[in-house]
C-alpha cells in the first residue's frame, strides 16, 4: 500500500447524516469478484437518472467537484452493511479522507486498511465545513491534524497503529503473520473449545 | 472484580492483549464465509502465498446472489446474471482448493450465513465468530462475540485465524417486563433502535438483558441481536440460559457426551457477574410496546404501527426520507396501500417467524395488489416449514414459495420491488434502494407483514389475530 503524508484538497460536501454503505455503492454492484473500477458505481443512484444520465443537481456530477480528494458528511457516515466495496469505490473514485462528526465502525475499519483517511472532529469544524464547500483543506496524518482555510488546525482521532501502518506503507496482514508463534501457542491451549 | 460477559468472552481469546501502540489479537473460533465479500481475500491470500490457517474452523454457504426460484436452484437453470454465476463459481472453486467445506446450491443445509450456524450447533456460547457480512451480530443470541469484518479481514482470518480489534465499549440494554401477544421481537428491536439512535451503538457491544429477553425463544433472540448492527453496535449479545443450551442440545454438531458436559461448565459461567459496570445503559419496558413500523430511509426512523410520522421542520435530511417515502408529516401509516410483502432474511426467516405469518394466512387470502413472497432463511427451515405444511398455507393464500437465501432483503438475485412500489418487509434495512432502485421499505414483523398481505394495506396485526 501507498504511504500516506499529507493531503491538500478542496472539499466536496454531502451534508446529509447517516450515509449508508448501500449509498455508497448499491448492492446490485457487489457481484463483482474484484476491488477494482468501482469509482465509476460510486453514489451510483444519487448520481444517475433511471435512464442512466448524470443528474446535474447531484453535487458529484458538478464542476467543482472534480478533482477533490475530501469529502465531508454528516453524522455517521459509512452505516450499514459491512461491504468493503465501500471504500474501494471511494478511493477508485479519488477521494483519500472523509470528514465526519461520527463515522460508523465497520467502514471505519475497512477504510483504514485501504489508504481511505476516516476523519471525525467535532460539531463546530464539521458545520464550517458543510457551510463551506470548495475550500481547501490540509490533512497532515502523521501529526493527525485538520488545517482548516484560516490557518487553524483542528486535531483527530486516529489509532496510533492504524497510523504507523499508514505512514509506513505498512499493512496489517504483515504484523499478524509475525504473531504465528503466538497464535499456534493459543490453539495449543484451547484445543476444545 | 465482576466482569461482563463481553469482557469474559474478550480476555478468553486474547493471543495477545492490546497495548496503546497496538490493538489486541484477537482468536476467531468460527469464521463463516459466503459467495460477496470472499473473492478478493482469496486472491490476496493466492498472490502471497499464504494458506487457510484452520479450514476446521471455516465454514461457506452461498446466499446474496444466488436464485431462490426452485426450477434456477435445482432445475440447471443457469442463475440470471452471468457476474452472480461468476461469483458463485469462484467461491466453489476457491473453497475446493483452500479445502474448506461449502453447502453449496444442492446440500440440504445451505441457508443465509446467519442461521446454518445456529442450526448445525457451530454457534455457541463464549466464541468469537466472524463473516464478511454486518448481520454477523445474528449470532450473538448465544452468547457469542460475533461482529462483521470488511474483505481485508476476511483475509487475516484466513491467513492467522485471528483478528486485530481495539476493545469496544459495553452498553445494557435493559428489557424490563414481558412483550403483549402481537408484539414481537422484531418490534422490540426496532423499538430500542429507535429510542438510542442509528448510531447510538457506535463503538459499543450491546448486552440485551431483563425479563422481557430472558422470555425469548432462541429464534426471537436472534432476530433481536441481528439488528444491533443497525444501531451502529459492533456486536449484540444475550448470556447464554436453559433456553439456549436446550436449542444447542440436538444440533448435529453441537458438542456431545463429556465434551458437552465440560462446554455446559464453561456456558454456564458466561453470564456478566453480579455488580459488574457497562460504560452505557438504556432501559425500556416491553409491556407498553406496540406493533412497529419503519416510515423513512433509516432503521431508526420507527412508529407503532397505529402512530403517525413525526414532524421535524427544518431538517433537510428528514423531509428527503419522507420525499423518497412518499409520505408526509402527521399522516398514519395505516391503511396506507401496499404493493409488495416480503417475509423472509437473517432477521426474520427462521421456522417461528413462518409459524406467525401462517396463523395469519391460514384459510385467507392475500389482497390482490398484492405480491408475497415467502422466502424461509435456510433448506432447513423450508424442510421443517412443510413438514407441517406451513407451504401450503402460504400458497393457497396467494403467496410465492421459495428456495432459502437473502432474496428481497439485498435484492442482489433479482428478487426486487419495483422503483415507487411499497413493500412491508420483514429485512432489516430500508434504505434508499435496499430493495431495489427506488423501492420504498417499511420495515416490520412477519406478524405485520402477513396482516398488511391480507388486507393489501398497513395493517395491526392485532387486528386479525
Known amino acids: 500500500m501507498d504511504k500516506i503524508g499529507t493531503i491538500r484538497s478542496r472539499t466536496v460536501v454531502l451534508p446529509a447524516s447517516n450515509i449508508d454503505t448501500d449509498q455508497i455503492i448499491p448492492a446490485r454492484f457487489l457481484t463483482t469478484t474484484t476491488r477494482i473500477g468501482l ?68 467502514f471505519r475499519n475497512n477504510s483504514l486498511k485501504n489508504g481511505l483517511l476516516p476523519i471525525v472532529v467535532d460539531e463546530t469544524t464539521s458545520a464550517w465545513l458543510i457551510g463551506h464547500p470548495g475550500n481547501e483543506v490540509e490533512i497532515d496524518l502523521a501529526s493527525a491534524t485538520l488545517r482548516l482555510p484560516s490557518g487553524i488546525n483542528v486535531s483527530f482521532p486516529i489509532d496510533p497503529f492504524a497510523r504507523y501502518c499508514l505512514l509506513n506503507g505498512v499493512d496489517e496482514l504483515g504484523f499478524l503473520l509475525q504473531q504465528q508463534e503466538r497464535i499456534a501457542a493459543y490453539e495449543a491451549r484451547h484445543r476444545d473449545s | 472484580m465482576p466482569k461482563t460477559m463481553f469482557q469474559k468472552v474478550w480476555e478468553q481469546h486474547e493471543v495477545t492483549a492490546e497495548t496503546a501502540d497496538t490493538p489486541a489479537v484477537l482468536f476467531i473460533d468460527l469464521h463463516l464465509i459466503h459467495e460477496v465479500t470472499t473473492p478478493q481475500a482469496f486472491d490476496v491470500l493466492r498472490e502471497r502465498g499464504l494458506s487457510v490457517r484452520r479450514r476446521d474452523l471455516t465454514l461457506a454457504t452461498m446466499d446474496h446472489s444466488t436464485p431462490t426460484r426452485t426450477e434456477q436452484v435445482f432445475g440447471g437453470v443457469p442463475i440470471t446474471s452471468t457476474a452472480a454465476g461468476r461469483q458463485v463459481q469462484q467461491l466453489e472453486r476457491n473453497c475446493a482448493a483452500a479445502g474448506i467445506e461449502l453447502l453449496d446450491m444442492h446440500s440440504d443445509l445451505r441457508g443465509i450465513v446467519h442461521l446454518i450456524g445456529p442450526e448445525l450447533g457451530l454457534t455457541r456460547p463464549g466464541r468469537t465468530i466472524v463473516c464478511g457480512d454486518s448481520h454477523t451480530s445474528t449470532h450473538g443470541a448465544f452468547g457469542a462475540l460475533a461482529f462483521g469484518i470488511g474483505t481485508t479481514e476476511v483475509g487475516h482470518v484466513f491467513a492467522t485465524q485471528c483478528i486485530l480489534q481495539r476493545k469496544p465499549k459495553t452498553f445494557a440494554i435493559n428489557v424490563n417486563q ?288
Request: net charge neutral.
Open chain 1, 39 to 106: 469509482g465509476k458505481q460510486l453514489f451510483a443512484d444519487w448520481r444517475y437518472a433511471p435512464d442512466g444520465a448524470a443528474k446535474s443537481d447531484f453535487v458529484l456530477n458538478q464542476p467543482a467537484a472534480a478533482g477533490c480528494q475530501v469529502l465531508v458528511a454528516g453524522r455517521n457516515f459509512g452505516c450499514g452493511s459491512s461491504r468493503e466495496h465501500a471504500p474501494w469505490a471511494l478511493l477508485d473514485y479519488g477521494i483519500r479522507a472523509v470528514i465526519s462528526t461520527e463515522i460508523a465502525d465497520i
Open chain 2, 178 to 465: 414481558k412483550l403483549r401477544p402481537g408484539v414481537t421481537a422484531k418490534d422490540l428491536v426496532l423499538a430500542i433502535i429507535g429510542q438510542i439512535g442509528v448510531e447510538g451503538g457506535t463503538g459499543h457491544v450491546l448486552e440485551y438483558r431483563g425479563e422481557g429477553i430472558r422470555a425469548l425463544t432462541m429464534e426471537e433472540r436472534m432476530t433481536v441481536c441481528n439488528m444491533s448492527i443497525e444501531a451502529g453496535a459492533r456486536a449484540g449479545m444475550i448470556a447464554p440460559d436453559e433456553t439456549t443450551f436446550s436449542y444447542l442440545s440436538d444440533r448435529p454438531r453441537s458438542p456431545s457426551g463429556a465434551d458437552w458436559e465440560r462446554a455446559m461448565e464453561r456456558w454456564r459461567a458466561l453470564p456478566t457477574d453480579p455488580g459488574a459496570s457497562f460504560d452505557r445503559e438504556h432501559t425500556l419496558d416491553a409491556a407498553t410496546l406496540e406493533p412497529m413500523i419503519s416510515y423513512g430511509t433509516h432503521p431508526g426512523m420507527v412508529i407503532p404501527v397505529t402512530g403517525t410520522v413525526p414532524n421535524r421542520r427544518g431538517d433537510p435530511v428528514f423531509d428527503k426520507a419522507l420525499a423518497y417515502m412518499g409520505f408526509t408529516a402527521g399522516e398514519a401509516l395505516r391503511d396506507r396501500p401496499v404493493n409488495v410483502v416480503f417475509i423472509g432474511s437473517c432477521t426474520n426467516g427462521r421456522l417461528g417467524d413462518l409459524r406467525g405469518a401462517a396463523q395469519l394466512l391460514r384459510g385467507r387470502k392475500i389482497a390482490g395488489n398484492v405480491r408475497m413472497l415467502v422466502v424461509p432463511g435456510s433448506q432447513q427451515v423450508k424442510a421443517a416449514a412443510e413438514a407441517e405444511g406451513l407451504d401450503r398455507i402460504f400458497l393457497d393464500a396467494g403467496a410465492e414459495w421459495r428456495e432459502s437465501g437473502c432474496s428481497m432483503c439485498i435484492g442482489m438475485n433479482g428478487d426486487t420491488v419495483a422503483r415507487g412500489e411499497y413493500s412491508v418487509s420483514t429485512s432489516n434495512r430500508n434504505f434508499e434502494g435496499r430493495q431495489g432502485a427506488g423501492a420504498r421499505t417499511l420495515l416490520a414483523s412477519p406478524l405485520t407483514a402477513a396482516a398488511s398481505a391480507i388486507r393489501g394495506r398497513v395493517t395491526d396485526p392485532r387486528e386479525l389475530l
